[in-house]
């Protein structure tokens, strides 16, 4: 079956009897077209079903209007949050996002910017999959003049921008809440430490050991890709240790969750046996029991300055080239699930 043809300008001068020109003036409202005729243009594309050419026009201007946005996944109340705090600010300012994940996959994550790309997105944002290695991938929009720019997490270039919180001073925060609640043995469920996030919470939670005298062991830090089957696998292998520890602090709360549930079933009693503590400060926290202590990541503040950011630069209002790295502030977020003693 044959595709109906596409109704164009040229149809509709056709069917009045005046020029494509007439036509393209009177669809824009340009003044110098009487309004009868632009009345009776409007009233024959309408009747014809004629829609504007985006596409074209696009082509024409340069600019398409839409920012690209590659997040790793999509099912997580942070990146949520920074989604709709991005899409409020390009609403906004008249742009639309193309949203796209990469499943914590490089791969996905190559052919999801190569498909930005050859979209003539004006811009992209970009929070890396877990394996990701390099940008080369990225290249090609700067060599376009297609700004970039990173958020959570992020790649150390001066070539780029990123949106961040200060994830050595949370994970600090955390640790040290951890041992002011008599806690010496403390797990940490870390992510992996290729990605900025994870390194810098990693290296908070052994800072604030080292500074509260309570020796570093390599063997209470448990890495994992932060899902739910790795938090049931988590609470296994906390569960066969010689000595069980007394406090846990996660780098996310989804992972979390899931070992609480598994250590509970096994008559861990937490905070009493063993403290928890996570971080994004997901919905789930306040659902769970005990409520769970984590730090509050503000996901909508950082899709909001990270759309504010790249259309300002789009707008000629400010070069984002210009800073390299945003920080955001961040808190722990105290909950029973901590709560050995009152601090």
């Known amino acids: ?43 024959k594309a309408k009747e014809l079903g004629y829609t504007p050419n985006t596409f074209a026009g696009s082509l024409r201007s340069k600019r398409t209007n839409t920012i690209g946005v590659i997040v790793p996944r999509l099912n997580s109340y942070f990146m949520s949050s ?73 790649y150390n270039s001066e070539q780029f921008t990123g949106v961040v919180i200060d994830n050595f001073a949370a994970g600090y925060d955390v640790t040290r809440h951890l041992i002011k ?21 990693l290296e908070g939670y052994s800072q604030a050991l080292k500074d509260h005298g309570v020796p570093f062991d390599p063997h209470l830090v448990i890495t994992s890709n932060l899902s739910e089957e790795a938090g049931v696998e988590t609470a296994q292998q906390i569960l066969q240790m010689p000595q069980l520890p007394d406090g846990i602090f996660s780098a996310n709360d989804n992972c979390l969750v899931y070992c609480m549930l598994e250590l509970k079933k096994a008559g861990i009693r937490i905070p009493e046996d063993i403290a928890v503590a996570g971080f994004n400060n997901d919905r789930v926290c306040q659902i769970i029991e005990p409520n769970l202590t984590s730090i509050d990541y503000p996901g909508y503040a950082i899709g909001e300055t990270t759309a504010t950011h790249l259309i300002n630069h789009l707008l000629g209002h400010t070069n984002i080239h210009n800073t390299n790295t945003i920080v955001l502030r961040t808190e722990l977020v105290v909950r029973a699930s901590s709560l050995k003693r009152k601090e």
């Open 1 to 43: 079956m044959s595709q109906p043809k596409e109704i164009t300008i040229y149809d509709i001068a056709r069917e009045l009897n005046i020029s494509a020109t007439t036509v393209s003036r009177g669809l824009k409202g340009h003044p110098t077209i009487n309004k009868n005729t632009r009345k009776k243009i409007a009233e």
């Open 82 to 154: 920074a989604l709709a705090g991005m899409e409020h600010v390009a609403n906004k300012n008249g742009y639309n996002l193309i949203i796209s994940q990469s499943l914590e996959d490089s791969k996905k994550e190559i052919e999801n910017a190569h498909t930005m790309f050859n979209r003539r997105v004006d811009g992209l944002i970009v929070s890396l999959a877990f394996n990701t290695e390099n940008i080369a991938h990225l290249l090609p929009f700067s060599t376009r003049n297609i700004p970039v720019m990173f958020f959570d997490r992020v």
């Open 181 to 201: 609640q008599g806690c010496k043995r403390i797990v940490h469920l870390a992510g992996n430490t290729l990605r900025n996030v994870y390194h810098d919470r």
